[in-house]
């Protein structure tokens, strides 16, 4: 398979095989939206939508727009998008209530969503916020808020942290180590090194208190 990492901030991020995926690093939060693009067709996906999103020159026409959680760091460009181009708009189903638009397409466990000729497995993954999903296109995984670099992302209980750490678990750690994360701040990381670094957190142990923002660390 062919695999081209080009390390921009902005614009084309990776060839892989049939796909092109860019990244857009935007707004005060630094957040990453990802575009996907299907290499046959020239059909797009867009991953999340942060301020300035309505800005960008995207590589191609885009098919939808699918959120990885409702926080407002990650809807911000959202209503600017939709009325400039009227792109649907998907997100989990327990996240729906939350959006400022009604969703075109509305996600379960485990489903899957085709760009052009390239299809997506979404992943729920509950923890960040209760609808929090990924996508994981071949060996790459868009894990929004769910993982980052060193840890997963912030949990506002104690309850919410067991939750991401489950969903991470059971869902993210059980996929080949040379999956790549592609997270919605900071740059890339992969499975491997993240359960790798997990596991080492887990040995030193935890308060059953924790939550917040948690590296594994620490």
Request: with cysteine.
């Amino acid at each position: 398979m062919e695999m081209k990492a080009m390390l921009l901030k902005s614009g084309v991020l990776l060839t892989l095989g049939d796909a092109v995926v860019a990244r857009y690093t935007l707004g005060p939060y630094a957040v990453n939206a990802y575009e996907v693009v299907c290499r046959k067709t020239g059909q797009g996906l867009l991953i999340d939508a942060p301020q300035g999103i309505d800005t960008v020159r995207f590589q191609g026409p885009l098919q939808a727009l699918v959120l990885t959680h409702t926080h407002e760091d990650h809807t911000q460009g959202l209503k600017n998008l939709v009325e400039r181009t009227g792109i649907p708009v998907g997100v989990q189903l327990l996240e729906a209530p939350r959006l400022p638009v009604k969703p075109a397409l509305v996600f379960e466990e485990d489903q899957e969503l085709s760009v052009g000729a390239l299809t997506l497995r979404v992943i729920h993954t509950p923890g960040h916020t209760p609808g929090s999903l990924c996508l994981l296109l071949h060996n790459v995984l868009f894990s929004g808020d769910t993982l980052f670099p060193n840890g997963p992302g912030r949990t506002e209980s104690p309850d919410a942290f067991r939750r991401i750490l489950e969903s991470l678990t059971r869902k993210i750690f059980t996929l080949p180590d040379t999956v790549l994360v592609f997270p919605g701040h900071g740059p890339p990381t992969n499975v491997g090194y993240e359960r790798m670094a997990f596991e080492g957190f887990l040995r030193r142990g935890y308060p059953d208190n924790l939550y917040g923002d948690v590296v594994w660390s620490r």
